[in-house]
């Protein structure tokens, strides 16, 4: 049984940092696609960053380029994500994601759309403050 485990959410100030974690277990952790996604308030979820098995490619939405660093560690089976020089429009509820399926055109076009992921974790929180 597949589980994904978010931590690392709160409340911060703009310009502040936090660092999210993802436990997973229930799969064989090294091969799978994972990706962070967000929902704000009114809005629809949308994909923040995502990392490949093997060479580890990463990909982020244009929104955190240069802010957000998305990084695994597959001898913990746990996602990561840092989160640097966070504006209030960051704040959301941060999703950890996974697909088992291999890559194909569909993945490489668009890795950060939630119709790539079969799993889910339950949310962890944050909010950012002006």
């Known amino acids: 049984q597949v589980r994904l485990v978010e931590s690392g959410g709160g409340s911060v100030q703009a310009g502040g940092s936090l660092s999210l974690s993802c436990a997973a277990s229930?799969?064989?952790?090294?091969?799978?696609?994972m990706g962070w996604l967000r929902r704000a308030p009114g809005k629809e979820r949308e994909g923040v960053a995502a990392i490949s098995p093997g060479v580890w490619i990463t990909y982020y939405a244009d929104s955190v380029k240069g802010r957000f660093t998305i990084s695994r560690d597959n001898a913990k089976s746990t996602l990561y994500l840092q989160m640097n020089s966070l504006k209030p429009e960051d704040t959301a509820m941060y999703y950890c994601a996974e697909r088992l399926m291999p890559s194909n055109s569909d993945y490489v076009s668009s890795p950060l759309s939630e119709s790539q992921y079969n799993y889910w974790g339950q949310g962890t929180q944050v909010t950012v403050s002006s």
């Open positions: 229930g799969y064989t952790y090294r091969n799978a696609y």
